[in-house]
T-cell receptor, first 114, second 114 residues
């Protein structure tokens, strides 16, 4: 069955360090992979999108990699700040099922300590 | 644009009552999605529309759930009769395309059925 896995344990890092979050998937052939940020009591906010033929995408302090061989995406936040503390969700569409809507992982909570 | 607008923000209702959740998507977005989020199951797609037409409702849990989109600026999700296991946060999201575009989420409706 199709599965998207994100580390359910919270990631705690010190301010200024690079945070790296992982998204693994099985039985998907995604055309796109997206990352969202969700704060408590709020809806997810779109951050970045990467296509299957792209290896890496950057936006300010954010970097996403996409390895379709390993079936994995890494999400990096450089020079992390306490304001980056939130839950980060990865999401895939699927070429297999034809469903043109995103399926979300369960998210990883990031806590940046000052 | 004010973003995706959902109402109400909170809803507490008794088991067996009808509940109607409302959503106004971003103008010009031709895709609208309804998701449900719980601690146990994360974000689950319920149904999505393209140009006001329901495309995939396979995520709707039971016949007690129904959704409509009478025009491009309004959608409703109705639960009748409601049950305690329907308690969750319901999100509406819109997008300007089916693939390759990020979703804009509303702030959600927190539904509690007692």
């Amino acid at each position: 069955s199709q599965k998207i896995e994100q580390n359910s344990e919270a990631l705690n890092i010190q301010e200024g360090k690079t945070a790296t979050l992982t998204c693994n998937y099985t039985n998907y052939s995604p055309a796109y992979l997206q990352w969202y940020r969700q704060d408590p009591g709020r809806g997810p906010v779109f951050l970045l999108l990467i296509r299957e033929n792209e290896k890496e995408k950057r936006k300010e302090r954010l970097k996403v990699t996409f390895d379709t061989t390993l079936k994995q995406s890494l999400f990096h936040i450089t020079a992390s700040q306490p304001a980056d503390s939130a839950t980060y969700l990865c999401a895939l569409d699927s070429l297999d099922t034809g469903r043109r809507a995103l399926t979300f992982g369960s998210g990883t909570r990031l806590q940046v300590q000052p | 644009d004010a973003g995706v607008i959902q109402s109400p923000r909170h809803e507490v209702t008794e088991m067996g009552q009808e509940v109607t959740l409302r959503c106004k998507p971003i103008s010009g977005h031709d895709y609208l999605f309804w998701y449900r989020q719980t601690m146990m199951r994360g974000l689950e797609l319920l149904i999505y529309f393209n140009n006001n037409v329901p495309i995939d409702d396979s995520g709707m849990p039971e016949d007690r759930f129904s959704a409509k989109m009478p025009n491009a600026s309004f959608s409703t999700l109705k639960i009748q009769p409601s049950e305690p296991r329907d308690s969750a946060v319901y999100f509406c999201a819109s997008s300007q395309g089916d693939r390759g575009y990020g979703y804009t989420f509303g702030s959600g409706t927190r539904l509690t059925v007692v």
